[in-house]
């Protein structure tokens, strides 16, 4: 039994009433009417990796682990139909033995797909949409506990709003998934002057795959990744296990983690152990299966903000946050990073109907970041910027309202589906309203 429900950035809590752990449909309809019956909110559990209080479970908490897996997958399509709980790792791994994988990823893999798909989870890439703009079908238990199934034909616009859902329609227990052939990822990362990234950042975008670039806030360096599809011709050349070991075990976490906990002992430090942290930066390159060079491993903990902002304010916005800085009340130790995404039309999805940059603001877990991260929203905001669901921000329902055109037809469909805010919690209740 899960006394308190904690998130993995620790920035959560919550008391679940009961959590509930069905083996399948049956015993997952079970516990909505039992919920229902005693007055209870409904939460999924995914892994927690959100840094919002969107996942947290006040009532009745449901664990989806037992639906995890691929059910059925035709490698001719390359469509798959995955169990709602199943880890980015694992359906990776399972895609990977047999010949498909995901187009897009973003940065880590120890998510559910049901849960990074609730907050519009996305990785890098102009011409690639968030991980949602990839389910071509969702099986979900509604309030009462009846089944029902959504595809662009079937229930049309309980599908649009649900691929990005929040969690407040009701239970995914099931997903299709529309993957490709596995395919190789050519890895080129590089250190670069920020102003120079930034003037040629439309040709690298349009040239690259999948591109993105991390900037320490006090230093003048960025590190530019850029990952490319190879021809299914190309052999892998993967880092030694070694050199994987040494880079980004030894380097980027535990290293880091060093240099993170001195600048939390002695703040004055933060600025040199940025500009160290940036000159650490090298170059590196190498190729792999492509779920292995999109993901990574993340052990040092941090809180993080993210906004989605039209592609063309994305260097004003930059420029904006770098004169901002000698005014924060507290330095920044971690790194910002800007990613891309092709605009969709999922209704409540943060590249909706634009081609989008995102923009990533962290700290190091227990260092002071509210001012930081009220600095950016404040900048970002004037630019019609959208928050990450799953990240950390202060706007309400009736802002998020001005920043998108379909968040009318989401609170309609969510009142026809859970008029009774089954699948409701403090922070939904701010976010979409009552
Ligand atoms: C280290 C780290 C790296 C990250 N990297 C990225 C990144 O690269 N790109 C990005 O966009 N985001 C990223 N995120 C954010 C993360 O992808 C999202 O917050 C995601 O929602 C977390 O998935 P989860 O399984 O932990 O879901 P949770 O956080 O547990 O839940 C999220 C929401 O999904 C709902 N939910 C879960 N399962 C179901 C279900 N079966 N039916 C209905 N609703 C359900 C929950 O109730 C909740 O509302 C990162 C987060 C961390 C901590």
Redesign the pocket.
């Known amino acids: 039994m899960l006394d308190t429900w904690t998130?993995?950035?620790g920035t959560v809590t919550a008391k679940p009433a009961s959590v509930h752990h069905p083996q399948d449909l049956a015993e997952a309809a079970d516990a909505l009417t039992t919920a229902e019956r005693h007055g209870l909110p409904v939460?999924?559990?995914?892994?927690?990796?959100?840094?919002?209080p969107?996942?947290?479970?006040t009532g009745l908490a449901?664990d989806?682990s037992a639906?995890s897996g691929i059910e059925h997958a035709d490698p001719h399509t390359g469509l798959v139909t995955v169990g709602?709980?199943t880890?980015?790792h694992r359906l990776n791994a399972e895609l990977d033995g047999i010949g498909l994988a995901m187009p897009n990823?973003?940065?880590?893999d120890?998510?559910?797909?049901?849960?990074?798909?609730?907050?519009?989870?996305?990785?890098?890439g102009a011409r690639f949409g968030?991980?949602a703009t990839q389910v071509r079908a969702l099986q979900?238990l509604l309030a009462d506990g009846t089944a029902c199934r959504c595809t662009p034909d079937e229930n049309p616009e309980l599908f649009t709003a649900?691929r990005v859902?929040?969690?407040?329609?009701?239970?995914?227990?099931s997903i299709t998934l529309q993957c490709e052939p596995a395919f190789l990822l050519e890895a080129d990362e590089h250190p670069e002057p920020l102003d120079s990234v930034l003037e040629r950042f439309d040709d690298l975008a349009a040239d690259n795959d999948h591109v993105e670039f991390y900037w320490f806030p006090y230093g003048r360096t960025a590190l530019v990744k850029r990952n490319n599809r190879l021809p299914a011709t190309a052999s892998p050349r993967p880092l030694s296990p070694l050199r994987h070991f040494l880079e980004y075990q030894l380097v980027e976490n535990a290293a880091f983690s060093l240099l993170c906990r001195i600048g939390l002992a002695v703040p004055a430090s933060v600025r040199p152990l940025n500009r160290l942290s940036s000159a650490a930066w090298s170059r590196r390159s190498y190729s792999d299966r492509s779920h292995r060079v999109f993901?990574s491993t993340?052990s040092v903990?941090?809180v993080?903000s993210?906004y989605a902002v039209p592609v063309a304010s994305l260097g004003d916005v930059l420029r904006e946050l770098r004169a901002a800085l000698p005014r924060l009340e507290h330095p920044v130790m971690f790194p910002v990073?800007i990613?891309l995404a092709a605009g969709d039309d999922i209704w409540l999805s943060?590249a909706h109907g634009r081609d989008t940059a995102?923009i990533?603001v962290h700290q190091f877990h227990g260092m002071p970041y509210r001012h930081w991260f009220e600095t950016f929203e404040s900048i970002v905001r004037e630019v019609g910027g959208r928050p990450?669901?799953?990240?950390m921000h202060r706007l309400d329902a009736r802002e998020l309202r001005e920043l998108y055109p379909r968040f009318d037809d989401f609170r309609r469909v969510r009142d026809a589906v859970d008029p009774q805010r089954t699948?409701s919690?403090p922070?939904?209740t701010r976010v979409l309203g009552a």
């Not at 939460?43 to 919002?52: D, E, P, Q, T, W």
């Not at 969107?54 to 479970?57: G, S």
């Not at 859902?165 to 227990?173: D, H, N, P």
């Open positions: 998130n993995w950035a939460r999924a559990l995914g892994s927690g990796h959100s840094f919002s969107v996942a947290a479970p449901l989806l639906f709602a709980g880890p980015l990823l973003g940065d880590i120890r998510q559910t797909i049901a849960g990074a798909l609730a907050t519009g989870t996305h990785g890098t968030g991980l979900l649900a859902g929040l969690g407040a329609l009701g239970i995914v227990t993901t993340r903990r941090f993080e993210e990073e990613r943060t995102y990533a990450h669901w799953g990240k699948f919690n922070h939904l």
